[in-house]
């Protein structure tokens, strides 16, 4: 049955919802406030992205009151939240933003993707069963995702109208549709007429549910297999060849949460009768009862590397989604062996609270209660002091770049206590690979080219063509060594520059017509490991190897094989 929806509000509020942000994408361009001050930019941007999405979702005819007073209180939950994340993100010229605000924006999603579905029912004042929330679930992922897709094939009309007339020499179209003045307010109204089209066809919704539906109880008992299968194989081949592999936990979590959700999607509505064949629905409940196992050897993992490295985020992540997905199993466990043939009547029971849990996570995790990035700046710290980390190997990139503030707060204390050269690797790590390189001077960045071997004597005329690579402080090192290339018994010159950013670049060096010039040499290897090849200069591991293969020269054009893996039969 259709909801009774107030057309022009909802589209009136998409409409509003493209003007602010129009306006806060020039904030950035012109470079004023609150650009300038990143807790008011991320607060405003959260609001301005969440609480329509939140009144296009669940506005309608008999729900305004309510609805508005639950969009208020999850603004005021963002004002928190986005102000505090954003503070963590001071002073911005320093803070790299990047990977704290992915985690604050997934956090967010999931956050409103709750939200919304508990404040459906509270609005409609429906009662609060885990039906009627996977009911809703279901229906605003479908809406959402055929929201998006309307948009994207109107914005892709629009790009076919600017070319058609493009082609004939009319760039008027073009031009037009390519200013953000244009493009956010009508993909806007575009947007709230999609809300308003899919929100009268939520017969069609639920039907594509219950297609899906159908996909996870096809699905759910393959899961349970794997999940029985994987437990007899591991006494037989050890629990180490899982943490061999480095992402053991990881695969054990997805593992549990695929067959949570499906289940979960298979008994959604507190069946009466189960959809599958009695031996079946027991194979199914033995799969629940050894997720608690599943649970101990991902905490098992995760503390083996927390124990050895110490706290990161992402293994406090890690952790939340371990505790979150053992309480699952085990309240699954208890109610499975207490209630036995009436276990499938109470599972509803256990969802809606912890999906008030998981509400309440992505919120603590946002504010200093339960700051993952403080969490480890302590952890860190405390291997440092208690000497499992030398200084050397202290990681000030993370700190400088995963941490926010309070890793920019922890070295600056540090700078105070260590010497100047640890300083200097906090001020390397702060630096903006896309800023302006910072120049050093002459006698710095002599001082950074590496001779080899070290006697070896430099022309001065090429000197001074190495010393601008050197003196670029995005530059950790320059090598400049001779050897004989070609075999004509005289050394050719090579600089070699190896990037902060894990990046090398070898240049061959010679006098054309009196004056220096480069040309690139390759390597058989992307992305060379820096850390070995500095090593392998201190190591005297430098040599000129003839190659294999000789080069096919076909007119102009020279070929040469490849050392990468051979190419598939046609």
């Not at 967010?108 to 069963?129: C, E, H, R, S």
């Not at 298979?266 to 599943?294: C, D, H």
């Not at 896309?434 to 005329?461: D, F, G």
């Not at 054309?512 to 500095?534: D, H, Q, Y």
Request: overall charge negative; aromatic content about 12%.
């Amino acid at each position: 049955m259709a909801e009774s929806l107030n057309k022009p509000l909802l589209v009136l509020v998409a409409l509003i919802q493209g003007l602010l942000l129009f306006g806060l994408k020039e904030t950035v361009i012109y470079e004023v406030w609150p650009h300038d001050v990143r807790s008011a930019e991320l607060l405003l941007w959260s609001i301005c992205l969440c609480v329509p999405i939140l009144l296009l979702l669940s506005l309608n005819t008999d729900n305004f009151k309510q609805t508005s007073i639950g969009a208020a209180a999850f603004a005021a939950v963002l004002v928190l939240i986005a102000g505090y994340v954003g503070f963590q993100l001071e002073p911005s010229e320093s803070i790299y933003p990047s990977s704290m605000l992915w985690i604050y924006g997934v956090t967010l999603a999931v956050l409103l993707f709750k939200v919304t579905m508990y404040l459906q029912i509270w609005a409609d004042k429906q009662p609060l069963t885990y039906a009627q929330l996977f009911l809703y679930s279901w229906r605003n992922t479908i809406l959402v995702a055929l929201c998006l897709l309307f948009v994207l094939i109107f914005g892709g009309i629009l790009t076919l109208w600017a070319g058609l007339f493009s082609v004939v020499g009319i760039n008027l179209f073009r031009e037009i549709f390519s200013e953000s003045w244009f493009l956010f307010p009508v993909l806007a109204l575009a947007n709230g007429l999609a809300f308003v089209i899919f929100r009268n066809l939520v017969g069609i919704l639920d039907t594509m549910s219950r297609v899906l539906r159908a996909l996870c109880q096809f699905l759910l008992p393959v899961l349970i297999f794997i999940c029985l299968l994987f437990l007899i194989c591991l006494p037989f081949v050890g629990i180490s060849a899982l943490w061999d592999t480095g992402r053991g936990t990881a695969l054990v979590l997805w593992l549990q949460a695929l067959i949570l959700f499906f289940y979960n999607a298979t008994y959604q509505n507190e069946m009466e009768a189960s959809p599958y064949w009695k031996p079946i629905q027991r194979f199914i409940s033995l799969g629940l009862l050894v997720l608690p196992i599943y649970s101990l050897i991902a905490i098992y993992g995760l503390w083996l590397r927390v124990d050895q490295y110490g706290l990161t985020v992402a293994r406090c992540w890690a952790m939340v989604v371990t505790i979150l997905l053992a309480l699952f199993a085990i309240a699954y466990t208890i109610n499975l062996l207490w209630f036995r043939a009436n276990a499938s009547d109470k599972f509803g029971w256990i969802n809606v609270r912890m999906g008030l849990v998981v509400m309440a996570l992505m919120v603590l995790v946002n504010t200093p209660f339960l700051d993952f990035r403080k969490a480890t700046v302590r952890s860190q710290l405390a291997t440092l002091e208690s000497g499992e980390v030398s200084l050397e190997e202290f990681d000030v990139r993370y700190f400088a770049r995963e941490l926010g503030r309070p890793g920019y707060l922890a070295l600056d204390q540090l700078k105070l206590e260590q010497d100047e050269a640890f300083s200097g690797r906090v001020a390397e790590a702060y630096r903006r690979w896309n800023a302006e390189s910072v120049t050093l001077s002459e006698e710095q960045a002599i001082e950074k080219i590496r001779r080899y071997p070290e006697e070896l004597e430099i022309p001065e005329a090429l000197l001074a063509e190495v010393t601008p690579l050197a003196s670029n402080a995005n530059n950790s090192a320059v090598y400049v060594l001779n050897p004989d290339l070609n075999g004509d018994g005289t050394g050719d010159w090579v600089v070699i520059t190896q990037a902060t950013w894990n990046y090398v670049n070898a240049q061959h060096w010679q006098i054309v017509e009196g004056r220096w010039e480069r040309k690139n040499l390759t390597n058989s290897i992307s992305r060379p490991n820096t850390l070995n090849l500095a090593e392998a200069f201190e190591n005297n591991e430098v040599s000129v190897e003839a190659p294999t293969w000789q080069l096919l020269k076909i007119g102009d054009t020279v070929f040469q094989i490849s050392e990468e893996q051979p190419l598939a039969n046609p």
